[in-house]
């Protein structure tokens, strides 16, 4: 289960050779020492390739901040995220917990995707240039880093070649699950750390566990700071590929197994010491939920989309892939008919070889998964059972999203590509076959080649319309009006439907002014998870009069709920912006509040009177 890249003819463990591998049973060679790995301006070139396609996929959005990406309201959520690390670096407070949001109670920024492994490192960013920056930012950062680390295990375990190398970190980064999860959810596109992580737990040698073992366990309490969801596909993964690697390789894996279950051991021990104190809070702290508020076994792929092109490629419509996967953002098959086509040629070619078996059956496991409880085909339900049932009832994996078990197939993938590659390019071979199969692996990926992330001006509809934030806010109008200890009560109050743009109030002005409600998972009765805070009766009431476009008959109670609302709020003012329904809301809040005055380009209900 090592990986390295010894100078014999016979691979050990995770290893490529220049021959044909001898029978899997049979005991390993001795390895002469492997060869330093150096830093080449081919390695530079790569890395500067990584960063520049990942600048174009964004470049709609940095020529046009007006213009988020097509998933306004998860982008919305991970700036209001970075904000809030920023918040936390410079005002020395506690990260995992915030009442800038979901005011007076709070929101458990552990039970939440609060990605501050990303956040704390860009607070430099945040501070200079703005939350949104810094949103795009972390998308480079995600897919050029996911793409150069990589690079790095494959050039100097896998293969070679290093151009071999190169292709198979560009599909790691850029794969079409990658960007349309770069586009929305930042905690699923930081992929950085999976490469280390994999690379010290498969190392080819057996001395310095402890070194190892130390370096393990800071990667993963990192990848916990990144995305816990990432790291749980991770460990699912290595565990299945190193089953399937003993299987095939005996006698390597009885060599290696101490070492490996050694470092695995030390990293444990520290990653527990380091996380001990974030899980606990995240799953006993106060706002902390159990269960999750959306059925998840629903998020789930058909089978044909894992040949058919996604909708940000050179190929790609938006049709097809709607049809074939829950939401734009969970497009993590879609691989086109060739890529798999020719895995399955690489996987018959090179199937003496105990890594390629072991690749092919991890990857077939994950694909299976993806397709949830019961199995779909081009949109037609066959009612064959998918193993995702053998799921269903083990805590914490019967709450993973099945569309997202696809994201493991990418790495197989490309690793298959890359020795398919470095078969021909790593070693002297004839021109017509190098010639083949570089065509070949080319004319596969050319039409998945990504198209940068879409951008809307606005999403069409009324209650999750983004209009650019207020004057009165970014000028910092509001000061005289929010005293210490009070909240700004922006209308609509944000939720996960309603007033994502005034969510983005708070992030883009460093969360100065805390507001109620927000666009996160608390807990509802019995502590079930829920998206948002409970709602009360006037969030309820302004909500569905923005859905009707009509104002409803206002009684007495409603006004005396409405303050009572206020209250509990600690509001001190009350803000109407730019609103599809501002003329309906402003006469809602009229009714309940009295008139109101006009404050730059807002209007301002001054409630410190009232509460």
């Known amino acids: ?31 002469r020492a492997p060869r330093r790995w150096r830093l080449r301006r081919f390695d530079l070139l790569v890395v500067a390739g990584y960063l520049a396609l990942a600048a174009l996929l964004t470049v709609g959005q940095w020529r046009r901040p007006e213009r988020l990406f097509h998933q306004a309201g998860d982008q919305i959520l991970f700036e209001w995220m970075l904000a809030r690390a920023a918040r936390a670096v410079t005002g020395a407070e506690n990260p995992l917990y915030s009442t800038a949001l979901n005011a007076p109670d709070g929101v458990n920024l552990m039970a939440n995707t609060s990605v501050l492994g990303l956040g704390v490192p860009l607070t430099p960013v945040t501070l200079l240039f703005g939350s949104q920056a810094a949103f795009l930012v972390a998308v480079v950062c995600c897919l050029a880093g996911t793409a150069t680390a990589w690079y790095a295990l494959l050039a100097r375990r896998l293969v070679r070649s290093r151009g071999a190398a190169a292709v198979g970190g560009l599909f790691c980064g850029f794969a079409p699950g990658m960007v349309s999860q770069a586009g929305a959810h930042l905690h699923m596109a930081a992929q950085f750390l999976v490469p280390v992580i994999l690379g010290l737990v498969f190392r080819p040698d057996t001395d310095r566990v402890r070194r190892h073992g130390v370096l393990l366990g800071l990667a993963v309490a990192y990848q916990v700071f990144l995305g816990e969801e990432v790291l749980v596909f991770l460990a699912l993964a290595a565990g299945v590929f190193a089953a399937a690697y003993a299987l095939v390789d005996r006698a390597s894996a009885r060599r290696l197994a101490p070492a490996v279950l050694g470092r695995l051991g030390v990293g444990a021990l520290v990653a527990g010491v380091l996380l001990a104190y974030p899980l606990w809070f995240q799953f006993a702290g106060p706002g902390h939920y159990r269960g999750m508020p959306f059925f998840a076994q629903g998020f789930r792929l058909d089978a044909a989309s894992f040949t058919t092109a996604a909708r940000q490629t050179v190929t790609g419509n938006a049709r097809l892939p709607g049809l074939l996967s829950p939401n734009p953002t969970e497009e993590n098959s879609f691989f086109g008919p060739a890529v798999p086509l020719l895995a399955v040629l690489v996987v018959v070619r090179l199937w003496r070889r105990p890594l390629v078996r072991a690749l092919a059956g991890c990857g077939l496991l994950f694909a299976l998964l993806s397709l949830g409880p019961t199995i779909r085909v081009n949109r037609h339900e066959t009612g064959l059972p998918g193993p995702y049932r053998l799921l269903t009832g083990v805590p914490l994996l019967d709450l993973v999203v099945p569309a997202r078990f696809a994201l493991v197939c990418v790495p197989v993938l490309a690793v298959l590509l890359a020795l398919a590659l470095d078969r021909v390019h790593g070693r002297p071979v004839r021109r017509a076959p190098r010639l083949l199969w570089t065509g070949a692996v080319v004319a596969a990926l050319l039409p998945l080649a990504p198209t940068p992330i879409r951008t809307v001006p606005a999403v069409p509809l009324p209650a999750q319309h983004v209009d650019p934030p207020p004057h009165f806010i970014t000028a910092g109008e509001w000061r005289p009006y929010v005293p210490a200890g009070r909240t700004l009560v922006p209308v609509p109050i944000p939720s996960n439907v309603h007033g994502l743009p005034t969510l983005r109030w708070s992030a883009l002005t460093g969360q100065e002014f805390p507001i109620p409600g927000g666009y996160f998972i608390g807990p509802g009765p019995g502590e079930q998870g829920m998206f948002g805070a409970p709602n009360r009766p006037t969030s309820t009431l302004i909500y569905s009069t923005m859905d009707a476009g009509k104002l409803p008959p206002i009684t007495e109670e409603d006004r005396r709920r409405a303050v009572e609302d206020l209250r509990f709020w600690r509001a001190s003012v009350v803000v109407l912006g730019a609103n599809p329904r501002e003329g309906v809301l402003r006469e809602l809040m009229t009714a ?20």
Do not use: F, I, N, S
């Open 592 to 611: 309940l509040l009295g008139p109101p005055r006009r404050v730059d380009d807002v209007w301002l209900w001054d409630v410190r009177g009232l509460v």
């Open 1 to 31: 289960m090592g990986v390295g890249r010894p100078d014999t003819d016979r691979p050990v463990g995770l290893t490529t050779a220049p021959a044909e591998p001898a029978a899997p049973t049979a005991e390993p060679p001795r390895q």
